[in-house]
């Protein structure tokens, strides 16, 4: 991301042909068996490669582990469309003879699929769903992690969010025939948050799963610990199906720093949720000078000017891209830049290079998403 | 289509639902699902694929007739005799 290298490239879609698109580009017979892609989802495969990605890279043994008190807790902001228009084009080549419709669609379309579908792969036998939170979902995923510790309900939280959207045409021409989607003659400039001449979003693949525990238990097996949650919020907008609300935006910034008892000026970087449509970026802009003010520490940057927007995977997979910083303390950059729109022009916004800064201590994530859902969430660097 | 045909299309069947299993030694008079790891959502996708590819109903009461390979073709032959 340092290097300002965009991920971005195209795919072909049932229906509307070639899409601008980003894609995870992983093996899944890592650790998938054929039958078990065959069976599952395209989700359930990015979770269940993120999630062993993410056990390795704690260095759980899970083998010695009680499997019974590991929780999964996944954000996504739809599951089942792919699957239903797969079958959709499967029965036309039938001339619609139900007959031939997939007896694996219900399994495949339940909303707990691609968390059921890693239990399934590491024989974990504690709790498991997914958090619908349209856009702010990979937010919530964490959310949950975090709240099913405090209650003693897991030791151990697989938490983060998941989107297999870019399989779906029917969200491709939703947000087309809103005026939401992205085009540029080049991919990897079509998502260009902030920008004056954006047009709209670049819909993702993504996934993200984080290794959440209880700072006790972290520290007394020696875990290398990335960061920790210390606030977060989730609201409701109340106001529209699409269109954003900045009042409760802000709202929702204010509680979470509220919960994690810190002011405005402690927060160095914020992670904007801004997607490159006309409205959202303007009304997210709105909200963080209205909570930032002319608080010259905290510096903002977006992720989505790389990878497109991951939907479910958003939030989570977003604020892991910020992680780095604690230890660098340098932020990344928002790419593809080339014209600040005026009403985006945030004080301290990174544009097109990364800038190196003090300390880094707090990160402030922001998700938001259709249907008026806000989430925050802020992460502290772990001082030992 | 001929009695051999029939087992090699059913073998091949087999192998796209369960791709991770080895059918090189599938006994032809022993149950499927005793020699392989087939649940009844596999082996339902046998049904689904007689029906996609060659318009072949098998009713449920004659799921049995599909248990070893041995009775998949005695069963199928007939009803694929003009196929």
């Not at chain 1, 608080?295 to 479910?312: A, C, P, Q």
Request: aromatic fraction near 6%.
């Amino acid at each position: 991301m340092l290097a300002g290298k965009s991920g971005v490239g195209t795919i072909q879609t049932h229906y509307m042909g070639e899409v601008i698109a980003g894609m995870c580009d992983f093996d899944p017979l890592r650790y998938q068996r054929k039958k078990e892609l065959r069976r599952g989802t395209r989700a359930g495969s990015i979770a269940i490669y993120c999630a062993h990605e993410a056990v390795a890279d704690a260095e759980l043994d899970l083998d010695s582990a009680d499997k019974s008190r590991i929780g999964i807790y996944l954000g996504i902001t739809e599951h089942g469309n792919v699957e239903t228009e797969n079958e959709i084009y499967n029965i036309k080549q039938y001339d619609y003879n139900v007959d031939v419709w997939s007896h694996h669609h219900n399994p495949r379309t339940v909303a707990n699929s691609p968390a059921g579908e890693i239990t399934l792969n590491m024989g974990i036998t504690g709790p498991h769903y997914t958090l619908g939170g349209a856009c702010a979902a990979g937010n919530l995923g964490l959310i949950q992690g975090l709240q099913m510790l405090r209650l003693d309900e897991v030791d151990l939280a697989l938490a983060g969010g998941v989107s297999e959207t870019p399989h779906t045409f029917g969200v491709f021409a939703a947000f087309k025939n809103e005026g939401a989607l992205a085009s540029h003659p080049d991919p990897q400039k079509a998502s260009r948050p902030f920008d004056r001449d954006r047009n709209g979003i670049v819909v993702s693949e993504g996934g993200c799963i984080c290794v959440l525990e209880r700072l006790s238990d972290a520290l007394k097996r020696g875990a290398r610990i990335y960061g920790e949650i210390v606030g977060y919020s989730v609201n409701s907008d109340a106001f529209d199906y699409i269109l954003p609300s900045p009042q409760r935006q802000v709202e929702c910034m204010n509680l979470a720093l509220k919960k994690a008892g810190i002011s405005v000026a402690d927060i160095d970087i914020i992670n904007a949720h801004a997607t490159a449509t006309r409205e959202g970026d303007k009304a997210e802009c709105q909200a963080i000078r209205e909570v930032f003010g002319s608080n010259s520490n905290t510096y903002i940057n977006n992720t989505k000017s790389y990878i497109g927007h991951t939907m479910g995977a958003a939030g989570v997979l977003e604020l892991v891209g910020n992680l780095p910083s604690f230890e660098d303390h340098i932020v990344h950059q928002t790419i593809n830049l080339d014209n600040l729109d005026p009403e985006c022009a945030l004080l301290n916004l990174v544009i097109n290079e990364p800038r190196k800064i003090d300390k880094v201590d707090y990160i402030l994530n922001n998700s938001f998403g259709m249907l008026g859902i806000n989430s925050a969430l802020i992460v502290k660097r772990f001082a030992g | 289509m001929k009695a051999e045909e029939i087992r090699s299309m059913i073998i091949e069947v087999i192998h796209e639902i369960v791709p991770d299993e080895d059918l090189s030694n599938l006994k032809p008079d022993i149950r499927i699902r005793d020699q392989i790891e087939m649940d009844s959502m596999d082996f339902l996708d046998i049904v689904m694929e007689l029906r996609k590819r060659y318009g072949i109903t098998v009713p449920e009461d004659d799921y049995m007739e599909l248990s070893t390979l041995d009775s998949s073709v005695a069963y199928l032959e007939p009803l694929m005799k003009d196929i």
